[in-house]
């Protein structure tokens, strides 16, 4: 592994931990964003599918913490299970099996995203996430 593909790596465990543990605490108010800001960049964007509770375009650090927000009203927990990183440059998919658990309802969803992703200079610049199964995200949270 070249110390580009070692370092994409780093970046990307340091931001599945911190993204899950804000997630986890409840978001704003119950959690520092501080550890998931230090993994994006300043113009990174992120583009959630139709069809989700939080689809849209969601820019910037800021922009990002409000999606990462709305997320912790909504989970309660996400756990990565199974996840592999394919790193090509700058140019990084990563195949993610995760349950979630559904903060207001109680229920459990066990599915897969897939996430391409660009980084430049260390940092997360772009995202978009892939959903197996977007219907079932808005049962269980229904």
């Known amino acids: 592994m070249s110390a580009h593909q070692d370092s994409t790596t780093e ?32 113009d990174v ?11 849209g375009v969601w820019q910037g650090p800021e922009g990002i913490e409000r999606f990462m927000a709305v997320m912790g009203e909504m989970w309660e ?3 990565f299970l199974e996840q592999r990183r394919f790193v090509n440059g700058q140019q990084v998919v990563i195949t993610n099996r995760v349950r ?16 391409e992703m660009t980084v430049r200079d ?8 892939y959903y ?11």
């Open 45 to 55: 964007i992120l583009h959630q599918a139709p069809g989700l509770p939080y689809s």
């Open 77 to 79: 927990r996400m756990e």
């Open 122 to 129: 260390g940092r997360i610049r772009e995202i978009r996430p």
């Open 100 to 115: 979630l658990t559904a903060r207001r309802t109680g229920r459990e969803l066990d599915t897969r995203i897939v996430q």
């Open 132 to 142: 197996w199964d977007p219907a079932a995200v808005r049962a269980v949270l229904a």
């Open 11 to 42: 970046l990307l465990e340091r931001f599945y931990d911190a993204e899950a543990h804000y997630v986890a605490a409840g978001g704003p108010g119950r959690a520092a964003f501080d550890s998931i800001a230090r993994c994006l960049d300043p």
